[in-house]
């Protein structure tokens, strides 16, 4: 068996590749697209991933992690993938899903922060602003979705909410007995 990236087809019409051999090689051939031409796979190939990586969380994935996953390129296509998934796996800690907070920080790839920073959360501000409220309750707001999300999303692990959040385990500690949720 062999395999190749190349179009070996125009290879061989271009002269680049041997004409003869190329049909030694092609008697069956079988083109899989790439993971840019089908996103459906990603979520599907990155929850086989991690169950093969950390069986015991049974593929779960949360939601921001997924959307990042989705907004990723993948130059390096499936194998790129299984990498990363099997990093995300080695940072996770506890139980629960694997988080965006699980992906290491040399992974995160150019500005995945453009999907929020328009539309609804643009939208709401703006409402928020038309309606009176100030910066700092807005600043408060979103910190308070923040810490909900992070801490639904790791299903109360707080060491797993702290890392999606960047803050200290102590801090959401600290958050939680002032009562926050």
């Known amino acids: 068996m062999t395999a190749t990236n190349r179009d070996l087809v125009s290879d061989v019409a271009g002269g680049r ?14 083109r899989i697209p790439p993971l840019r031409e089908r ?3 990603i979520v599907r190939l990155a929850r086989h991933f991690a169950a093969e990586f950390r ?7 949360g939601e921001t ?12 296509n499936v194998r790129e993938l299984r990498q990363l998934m ?3 796996c ?14 290491p920080e040399d992974e995160r790839q ?11 959360f643009e939208h709401a501000i703006r409402c928020a602003l038309a309606g009176g409220t100030g910066l700092k309750e807005i600043g408060r707001r979103a910190e308070d979705i923040a810490y909900r999300i992070a801490v639904e999303e790791a299903e109360g ?6 890392r999606t959040l960047r803050v200290t385990d102590r801090a959401l500690q600290m958050r939680r007995a002032q009562g926050g949720r």
């Open 157 to 162: 692990n707080l060491q797993q909410a702290a």
């Open 86 to 88: 099997f990093r995300i």
């Open 65 to 76: 992690l997924r959307a990042y996953l989705l907004a990723r390129p993948y130059a390096g």
């Open 110 to 120: 150019g500005d995945h922060t453009a999907a929020w920073h328009a539309g609804g």
């Open 90 to 103: 080695c940072r996770h800690v506890g139980p629960g899903p694997l988080s965006i907070g699980d992906v």
């Open 17 to 30: 590749f041997r004409c003869d051999l190329y049909h030694r090689l092609a008697s069956w051939v079988c």
């Open 55 to 61: 069986p015991e969380l049974d593929g779960e994935l």
């Open 39 to 41: 996103p459906d796979d």
